[in-house]
């Protein structure tokens, strides 16, 4: 197993820092961004959860501050939409907080990270809302 690879627990192992450029920090938002569009991905939608573990790896890679509530909410979410007795509630309220914790790193992001991160964060407010109903 290389060193990117995830284990079956999805438990990550010592890895190298990745080397994510700036077109690659907006195609992984603009591909989120699409993906969240089309409403709550499903247990189903294994799109969703590569879109999950790629944010998850970009983010623990990263030197910057103030994301390791989000790379926790990123593994709670994964774990709830991968379990057979998922509950919406629950994950409601993970994207509400994935959505709070985005639009805070959307307010100090820079190289113009901030609109779209802001539009991502209250992308994952409002499908949170819209689950919890």
């Known amino acids: 197993m290389d060193s990117l690879t995830p284990t079956p627990s999805h438990t990550p192992e ?3 820092p990745l080397d994510v450029t700036d077109g690659q920090h907006s195609a992984l938002i603009d591909d989120t961004l699409a993906l969240l569009g089309e409403g709550v991905p499903t247990q189903a939608n294994q799109y969703g959860l590569t879109e999950i573990d790629r944010w998850a790896e970009v983010l623990r890679s990263s030197e910057k501050p103030g ?3 989000i790379i926790k909410e990123l593994d ?3 774990e709830q939409l991968t379990s057979n007795d998922a509950d919406s509630h629950s994950i409601a309220e993970t994207l509400a907080t994935l959505g709070a914790e985005t639009s805070k790193v959307a ?3 820079s190289a ?3 609109p779209p991160l802001a539009q991502l964060g ?3 407010i409002k499908l ?3 689950l919890s109903r």
């Open 14 to 16: 010592f890895q190298a």
């Open 67 to 69: 994301l390791a509530k």
């Open 76 to 78: 709670n979410l994964r």
């Open 107 to 109: 307010d100090d992001a």
């Open 112 to 114: 113009g990270y901030g």
């Open 122 to 124: 209250k992308l994952l």
């Open 128 to 130: 949170g809302s819209s």
